[in-house]
């Protein structure tokens, strides 16, 4: 039993690249969540997913898409990466009304 | 909507000393209510939940949380700090019941408590 597992931990990407995070989670949750988190400003919340082929935007959605498919997976995709988007990512899952479980974060570095 | 708002983004106690992290959240619905550590390059770890059962919770770590409905808080007490407690410590709020649209998935964090314990 993984849990929540976040590919890839580390990654430099040039201003105007794209790339995908991957996330998957293999407890049946339903509700997962994308968060960024930077030094003073918490973990902000990008994109959530309640269930497969239902997703809405969060606190920060701008440059970033999302798709849930399957129950299991959820990946982030940033169309077009900026500098502003260097920060730690974390993925959630968790089942309602209870609490999330975390990937260990992708540290995400644009230049 | 909810929100949760963390008084003081750093805490400094000595060792021995009581630790309180205070945490004030907003939501239109009854809410669940967690508080979470993040030691330094690690991820999320969660130490207690409210989930509408016992409003004194108790946690991992000698740790443990009062919900005040009145007061709209859930501050996180510990009675004697330890020096392996310094870390940054997060409180969250869900929904606790459906009140429309997909609101119910989203888990809002506060903006974190950086704890610094003194020898």
């Known amino acids: 039993n993984a849990g929540v597992t976040q590919t890839p931990k580390f990654q430099v990407l040039k201003t105007g690249q794209s790339m995908t995070l991957q996330c998957a989670q293999d407890m049946n949750h339903e509700y997962m969540s994308w968060y960024r988190q930077d030094p003073g400003m918490g973990l902000r919340l990008i994109h959530y997913?309640?269930?497969?082929?239902?997703?809405d935007q969060g606190e920060v959605p701008n440059g970033y898409n999302v798709s849930r498919s399957t129950t299991e997976d959820f990946p982030l995709r940033l169309l077009s990466a900026a500098p502003s988007q260097t920060s730690v990512y974390f993925c959630?899952?968790?089942?309602?009304?209870?609490?999330?479980?975390f990937g260990q974060g992708t540290r995400l570095t644009v230049v | 909507a909810q929100s949760v708002t963390q008084l003081g983004s750093h805490v400094s106690v000595s060792e021995g000393a009581l630790v309180l992290l205070r945490c004030n959240y907003s939501?239109?619905?009854?809410?669940?209510l967690f508080w979470y550590v993040q030691y330094p390059n690690q991820g999320l770890q969660l130490l207690l939940k409210y989930t509408s059962a016992a409003t004194l919770v108790k946690g991992i770590n000698g740790f443990e949380a009062e919900f005040k409905k009145s007061e709209t808080s859930f501050h996180l007490t510990k009675p004697s700090a330890h020096m392996s407690d310094a870390a940054e410590y997060f409180c969250?709020?869900?929904?606790?019941?459906?009140?429309?649209?997909?609101?119910?998935?989203?888990?809002?964090f506060g903006q974190g408590t950086i704890l610094t314990v003194h020898p």
């Open positions: 997913s309640v269930g497969a082929g239902i997703t």
């Open positions: 959630a899952s968790r089942r309602a009304g209870t609490e999330a479980f």
């Open positions: 969250a709020v869900s929904e606790a019941r459906h009140a429309g649209g997909t609101s119910y998935g989203k888990l809002t």
């Open positions: 939501s239109s619905v009854p809410p669940y």
